[in-house]
């Protein structure tokens, strides 16, 4: 069965940084593009960043650009959210999905049951 799983929210504090993961099982991570996904509460998901099956394409929010960053290592079936400069107002569920191709796209067909992300002093 195709899984993802995120892992590494958490508590931080204003300023501070995490490392999210997203794991696959039941599949090959490096054949698909995988992107990662925010929802807090009361507000529409919103989609942060995408990474090609290849790594050689990346898209970024313009609002994250020099804050966040997405990479991956196939060879670990995985795909890492790098969040730096942490700010109250990314508390959220962030959660990661694949459109099952090997680009990225609009329409994401598999997703992980999210990671909390709580910003707060």
């Known amino acids: 069965q195709l899984q993802l799983v995120e892992s590494g929210g958490g508590l931080v504090q204003p300023g501070g940084s995490l490392r999210l993961s997203c794991e696959a099982s039941?599949?090959?991570?490096?054949?698909?593009?995988i992107g990662w996904f925010r929802q807090a509460p009361g507000k529409e998901r919103e989609r942060l960043s995408c990474?090609?099956?290849?790594?050689?394409?990346?898209s970024l929010t313009n609002s994250m650009k020099g804050r966040f960053t997405i990479s991956r290592d196939n060879a670990k079936n995985t795909v890492y959210l790098q969040m730096n400069s942490l700010k109250p107002e990314d508390t959220a569920i962030y959660y990661c999905?694949?459109?099952?191709?090997?680009?990225?796209?609009?329409?994401?067909?598999?997703w992980g049951q999210g990671t909390q992300v709580t910003v707060s002093a």
């Open positions: 999905a694949t459109p099952k191709t090997i680009y990225c796209s609009d329409q994401y067909v598999t």
């Open positions: 039941g599949f090959t991570l490096e054949r698909y593009a």
């Open positions: 990474i090609s099956a290849g790594g050689d394409y990346i």
